[in-house]
T-cell receptor, first 113, second 111 residues
Framework: NAGVTQTPKFRVLKTGQSMTLLCAQD?????MYWYRQDPGMGLRLIHY???????AKGEVPDGYNVSRLKKQNFLLGLESAAPSQTSVYFC????????????FGQGTRLTVV | TQLLEQSPQFLSIQEGENLTVYCNSS?????LQWYRQEPGEGPVLLVT?????EVKKLKRLTFQFGDARKDSSLHITAAQPGDTGLYLC???????????FGEGTQLTVNP
């Protein structure tokens, strides 16, 4: 069982470049999340989705966009990368939102230079 | 956004010692989860506590949810090097859609 798969695992971007991070889950979960993890700041929620075709803003949404065209996929886009977006990004999915276990991918380490 | 404060941020102890990690908030959470994260991996769920005052045990780990559902603690008895990792608490907001994470406690258990 693959669980939650994130691609790519590593990426270096130049300031102003764009990219898309892909998250795929094979557990038929309704809820999907994108977090960023920075030293000493835990996991901060960027955007989330409560079902196919829906998205909502989290705690730190500025500079990011998301789409959930298919239930199993949740895409995170950076239109114009900034050094402040250097971070480790985690995707997660859960069956019934915050009341059930969140399954995480292995993360994407993004460096913006 | 509801906030969770976790303490201590760093903890380095010797094998065999006991330790407690705290997770505190001024807000009420529907439930609280504890995750453990190893380097290069995503967090993995250890336990979920739902009822105020609830205590759950997982081998040498004891988790407690405060009576008012605003705080929680993780106690490890006789820590082992294999317990080394980042421990994260996460509270379920009343909407049920989102988890709020604490800053994490980096635990190192030295042999």
């Amino acid at each position: 069982n693959a669980g939650v798969t994130q691609t790519p695992k590593f990426r270096v971007l130049k300031t102003g470049q764009s990219m898309t991070l892909l998250c795929a889950q094979d557990m038929n979960h309704e809820y999907m999340y994108w977090y960023r993890q920075d030293p000493g700041m835990g996991l901060r929620l960027i955007h989330y989705s409560v079902g196919e075709g829906t998205t909502a803003k989290g705690e730190v949404p500025d500079g990011y966009n998301v789409s959930r065209l298919k239930k199993q996929n949740f895409l995170l886009g950076l239109e114009s990368a900034a050094p402040s977006q250097t971070s480790v990004y985690f995707c997660a999915s859960s069956e019934q939102g915050a009341l059930t276990e969140a399954f995480f991918g292995q993360g994407t380490r993004l460096t913006v230079v | 956004t509801q906030l969770l404060e976790q303490s201590p941020q760093f903890l380095s102890i010797q094998e065999g010692e006991n330790l407690t990690v705290y997770c505190n908030s001024s807000s009420v959470f529907s439930s609280l989860q504890w995750y453990r994260q190893e380097p290069g991996e995503g967090p993995v769920l250890l336990v979920t506590v739902v009822t105020g005052g609830e205590v759950k045990k997982l081998k040498r780990l004891t988790f407690q949810f405060g009576d008012a559902r605003k705080d929680s603690s993780l106690h490890i008895t006789a820590a082992q090097p294999g317990d080394t990792g980042l421990y994260l608490c996460a509270g379920a907001e009343t909407s049920g859609s989102r988890l709020t994470f604490g800053e994490g406690t980096q635990l190192t258990v030295n042999p």
